[in-house]
């Protein structure tokens, strides 16, 4: 299983960005889809999860700013970033946890190569 994110770029505090990340590869089905973030020196952070059913999680800190969706269809996933702020600058990186036959169907983590987002003052 592969993902392709894009979208990141350079922006002016206020403005808008928006994430996509496709997976291919064999897969069953995608169960969980989600964005993180890591900002330099600090740990990687959830910043959003929308579950196979659409039901979503945000950090508090993008709470009415960020909206992530998905295109189950296409297996993307989407970020929707409004009113960036500085201290949204970090590299994202996209998330699923899909359904894979290794000896058995199992559900197994995989991560996107990451996206830089930087949000200028």
């Known amino acids: 299983v592969q993902l392709q994110a894009s979208g990141g770029g350079l922006v002016q505090a206020g403005g808008s960005l928006r994430l996509s990340c496709a997976a291919s590869?064999?897969?069953?089905?995608?169960?969980?889809m989600g964005w993180y973030r890591q900002a330099p020196g600090k740990e990687r952070e959830l910043v959003a999860n929308i579950s196979s059913g659409g039901m979503t999680i945000y950090a508090d800190s993008v709470k009415g700013r960020f909206t992530i969706s998905r295109d189950n269809g296409k297996s993307r996933v989407y970020l929707e970033m409004k009113s960036l702020k500085p201290e949204d600058t970090a590299v994202y990186y996209c998330?699923?946890?899909?359904?894979?036959?290794?000896?058995?169907?199992?559900?197994?983590?995989?991560w996107g190569q990451g996206t830089q987002v930087t949000v200028s003052s």
């Open positions: 998330n699923i946890r899909a359904i894979v036959w290794t000896a058995g169907w199992v559900e197994d983590d995989y």
């Open positions: 590869g064999k897969f069953f089905s995608i169960n969980g």
